[in-house]
């Protein structure tokens, strides 16, 4: 089985083929195509996977190109990781948000919109490409914002593109842990957008143990999102928000953080990567260690400006790991092995969450075989969960719709429209100052 990895300069890529080096059995993939537009990216990465290959038997062959089309044709699964823009890029979102007063994270607020704006236009090609060279084959997406984009590649692939992300599963892990149980028996409630999801409930062996949780102090501040959010405010939900709503329900002090901070999340990131590219010109550099040395710095800073904000100290050992790479590992197997599974995947909604359309893309546990995944039905939000669900939907309609008519005014609205961004004086100039400093939207006039 083949898969081809779109964005394979990337510098997760290792963490994908490390889990593919411990799949054994029948229907396993047997050769990975790495595609990048940066030849010398793809050069690194290439070696990083070598030393993790060596002494592996029968690991799976890899090849690199700068040719997307002979990447995709023929191909089994696509998983598509892209950066559009680069770090670079990333960096240019948060400074001209946060010049602006409002966040400019990746996939939130006023920074998710400018990313999307212009990842959309090249995921869209992604997905026509498929649909044309490789009609059968199955897209996992992980490029961020992971719902929209997901969103968008469904309009032309259907229900052949699943987006994935690590935060739910890191989540559920997290909360069962703390109540003594064992993740892989526990079944988490979890329902939202990508990164704007709360988990209402963890059952086990039938009972739901999350209001267990809930009712004592002491296990509800012992781990990452108990510290991060404060034990009276999950109380007051009565659900665990993921991580990623403490940009919403903190938003003041962690844009105040972000400002006071010496480097943003993305400049750290490109100073870092780029530290790992330079060195892995050298040769005789030891590839896979100077790898892991630079992913460990990266995992113990995530979200360091939330944490410092809330006084939540450093990362815990065991969130260190990762895990969408996981993920994509049981869904491949889930679809080729037709190996029945439950995965909290973004899909398309049918008729799971009423408050939206049946196109919509959501977050939710999905039962996944051979023939795809399927969103399994779960109860409605509460109406403080709904709102801010259907503000945020209606901003990612309006990023597909400026996209693919490239009006200016529409990207405009967007923004206007976001519950992070307060005035649509505001979203004028945040998009006067993507389009200066980003080519990929020289699109919107």
């Avoid at 960096?91 to 999307?116: N, P």
């Avoid at 079944?187 to 209001?211: F, Q, S």
């Avoid at 267990?212 to 405010?233: K, N, T």
């Avoid at 398309?348 to 039905?377: K, M, Q």
Wanted: hydrophobic fraction near 40%.
């Amino acid at each position: 089985m083949r898969l081809t990895i779109v964005g394979g300069g990337g510098f997760r890529v290792p963490l994908v083929y490390g889990a593919l080096l411990g799949d054994r059995g029948e229907g396993r993939v047997t050769q990975v195509v790495l595609h990048d537009l940066d030849a010398a990216r793809l050069s690194a990465v290439t070696r990083v996977l070598a030393e993790q290959a060596a002494g592996v038997p029968d690991a799976p062959r890899v090849t690199a190109t700068t040719d997307l089309d002979e990447a995709l044709r023929d191909t089994d699964f696509v998983f598509c990781a892209i950066r559009v823009g680069g770090l670079e890029g990333r960096a240019d979102d948060e400074r001209v948000a946060l010049a602006e007063g409002v966040l400019g994270q990746e996939t939130v607020g006023a920074g998710g919109i400018a990313y999307g704006l212009r990842t959309t236009p090249v995921a869209v090609d992604i997905a026509r490409r498929v649909a044309r060279l490789a009609p059968d084959a199955w897209v996992i997406n992980f490029t961020n914002p992971a719902g929209l984009v997901t969103e968008a590649m469904s309009r032309h692939l259907g229900d052949r593109v699943i987006g994935i992300c690590d935060s739910p599963v890191g989540l559920g892990r997290r909360i069962a842990r703390v109540l003594g149980a064992n993740p892989r028996e526990a079944w988490i409630d979890y329902v939202g957008l990508n990164h704007l999801g709360w988990v209402r409930g963890l059952r086990v062996a039938g009972r739901d143990e999350l209001p267990r949780l809930l009712a004592d102090p002491g296990l509800l501040g012992s781990f990452e999102e108990g510290r991060l959010f404060g034990v009276p405010w999950l109380q007051s939900l009565g659900a665990i928000p993921n991580e990623y709503l403490h940009y919403y329900y903190f938003n003041r002090e962690t844009v105040r953080a972000c400002q006071q901070a010496g480097k943003t999340r993305g400049a750290f990131l490109r100073e870092q990567q780029d530290r790992f590219y330079e060195e892995m010109r050298n040769p005789q550099a030891p590839a896979l260690a100077v790898w892991d040395r630079t992913r460990a710095e990266r995992e113990a800073t995530y979200m360091a400006e939330n944490r410092r904000t809330a006084g939540a100290g450093e990362r815990d050992a065991d969130d260190l790991s990762g895990g969408y790479e996981k993920v994509a590992l049981a869904l491949m197997r889930a679809i080729s092995r037709d190996e029945r599974t439950t995965l909290i995947l973004n899909v398309r909604n049918r008729s799971t969450l009423p408050v939206l359309d049946s196109e919509a893309v959501i977050e939710v546990p999905c039962l996944v075989d051979a023939s795809g995944a399927h969103p399994l039905a779960v109860d409605p939000l509460p109406g403080h969960a709904t709102g801010l669900v259907c503000a945020v939907k209606a901003v990612e309609r309006e990023v597909l719709s400026a996209a693919e008519s490239g009006s200016r005014a529409t990207a405009v609205k967007a923004f206007a429209l976001h519950p992070l961004v307060d005035s649509v004086n505001v979203a004028r100039r945040l998009v006067d100052g993507y389009t200066a400093v980003h080519p990929g939207l020289a699109y919107l006039k």
